[in-house]
């Protein structure tokens, strides 16, 4: 089992652990997680997040490389800038779910722990005559998570930093602070302002206490909690509502996909879908008419035949009922229709709703 180099910290905070996302021990909930959601949505929340793979991109031709082979545009970002990409097989289908960080002297990818060594090994086998070099710094990197209304105003002092509630999500600020490298970037993918801290290993107990010095009301949040508030703003991940079975219109990621650049893998698959045809089904949520989650894969059906399955539940603090991701037939997508949903105790009710249920991003 792997720590992040957070867990001692974890642990004096009477964390409860549980083994997710490819072995690491992931503090799964501090005190309850119903309430270190609702403190995200109203103040701030404080999470380990360094159980994310990192990829380091290094060399001349790092961008030239990286844009030829992801669905987004790599090559024309700026230092500070980035965007949200996918790697695909030649049929077009999710291999990876990529945030591309444009740093002065190199690109980190932050992808899932899941789809880290597929990642590694499509991108390494077309490095050939390429100026890139290629590392795994997970474990050497991490990264903390800062979310809620008030994150800007609290990253803003432990950094020294000044506006970056104008960056774009994606879109970073490095600092050092008594030498230590810090990297700062705009993270929405829980419908919160909010910021992603990325540091060397040895960096981040440093930089856990000095936010939870800056201020008393700085909540740390567990996993349970990171996912409800994920599945509440609709933001799919790797091992869930993306795989290998997966093309990105179908789970409405067309903001990953740069369709006026030149060929990457997959590109024709993906331009045909879009210009010549439309996704078989959709990514959706689904509010259930039910005190209790339902399980992944359960089977969606509406008059007794299959339409979808259910990819990711939880308990919504926010909407106070249990919700759901899944993917649905395009037939059964508008907003309003009913649906049923098969468990081991039988059929639960539940209502199609556009993406997202929760958002404060403006």
Not at 104 to 112: L, N, P, Q, V
Not at 203 to 208: A, E
Not at 282 to 303: F, H, K, M, N, T
């Given at each position: 089992m792997k720590n992040t180099p957070l867990y001692e910290i974890h642990q004096i905070l009477d964390a409860t652990f549980m083994e997710l996302h490819e072995g690491w021990n992931i503090p799964l909930v501090y005190t309850d997680p119903?309430?270190?959601?609702?403190?995200?949505?109203?103040?701030?929340?404080?999470?380990?997040?360094?159980?994310?793979?990192?990829?380091?991109?290094?060399?001349?031709?790092?961008?030239?490389?990286?844009?030829?082979?992801?669905?987004?545009?790599?090559?024309?970002?700026?230092?500070?800038?980035?965007?949200?990409?996918?790697l695909l097989t030649n049929r077009g289908k999710i291999i990876g779910d990529l945030r591309v960080y444009i740093f002065?002297?190199?690109?980190?990818?932050?992808?899932?722990s899941e789809c880290e060594q597929q990642v590694y090994?499509?991108?390494?086998?077309y490095i050939i005559a390429d100026d890139v070099e290629l590392t795994i710094e997970t474990g050497e990197v991490g990264a903390i998570a800062v979310y809620g209304p008030h994150s800007t105003e609290l990253v803003e002092s432990v950094l020294n930093l000044e506006g970056i509630s104008t960056l774009p999500e994606h879109h970073s600020r490095a600092c050092e602070i008594d030498n230590r490298w810090i990297g700062c970037v705009s993270a929405h993918n829980v419908g919160e302002y909010g910021y992603h801290l990325y540091a060397s290993?040895?960096?981040?107990?440093?930089?856990?206490?000095?936010?939870?010095?800056?201020?008393?009301?700085?909540t740390p949040i567990g996993w349970e909690a990171l996912e409800?508030?994920?599945?509440?703003?609709?933001?799919?991940?790797?091992?869930?509502?993306?795989?290998?079975?997966?093309?990105?219109?179908?789970?409405e990621l067309e903001y990953a996909i740069d369709f006026e650049k030149g060929c990457y893998i997959g590109q024709e698959i993906v331009a045909r879908m879009k210009y010549r045809?439309?996704?078989?089904?959709?990514?959706?949520?689904?509010?259930?008419?039910?005190?209790?989650?339902?399980?992944?894969?359960?089977?969606?059906?509406?008059?007794?035949?299959?339409?979808?399955?259910v990819t990711s539940s939880a308990y919504s603090s926010t909407l106070d009922k249990y919700i759901a991701l899944g993917?649905?037939?395009?037939?059964?997508?508008?907003?309003?229709?009913?649906?049923?949903?098969?468990?081991?105790?039988?059929?639960?009710?539940?209502?199609?709703v556009k993406l997202p249920f929760v958002s404060h991003i403006t």
């Open positions: 119903n309430h270190e959601n609702k403190m995200v949505r109203s103040d701030i929340g404080i999470a380990d997040i360094s159980y994310l793979s990192t990829l380091c991109l290094t060399g001349e031709d790092r961008a030239k490389f990286l844009h030829r082979i992801t669905s987004n545009d790599v090559e024309n970002l700026s230092i500070g800038e980035g965007n949200y990409a996918t002065e002297d190199k690109i980190y990818i932050s992808t899932a090994t499509e991108l390494d086998k290993s040895d960096t981040l107990v440093w930089l856990w206490n000095k936010i939870m010095a800056e201020r008393e009301d700085v409800s508030l994920r599945i509440e703003a609709g933001t799919p991940r790797y091992g869930t509502e993306l795989t290998e079975t997966i093309f990105p219109l179908e789970a045809g439309h996704p078989n089904r959709l990514l959706r949520g689904i509010e259930i008419d039910a005190d209790e989650s339902v399980p992944q894969e359960s089977s969606i059906i509406v008059d007794d035949k299959e339409i979808g399955w993917y649905i037939r395009m037939a059964h997508t508008e907003e309003g229709c009913s649906i049923q949903i098969m468990t081991t105790d039988g059929k639960v009710d539940g209502t199609v």
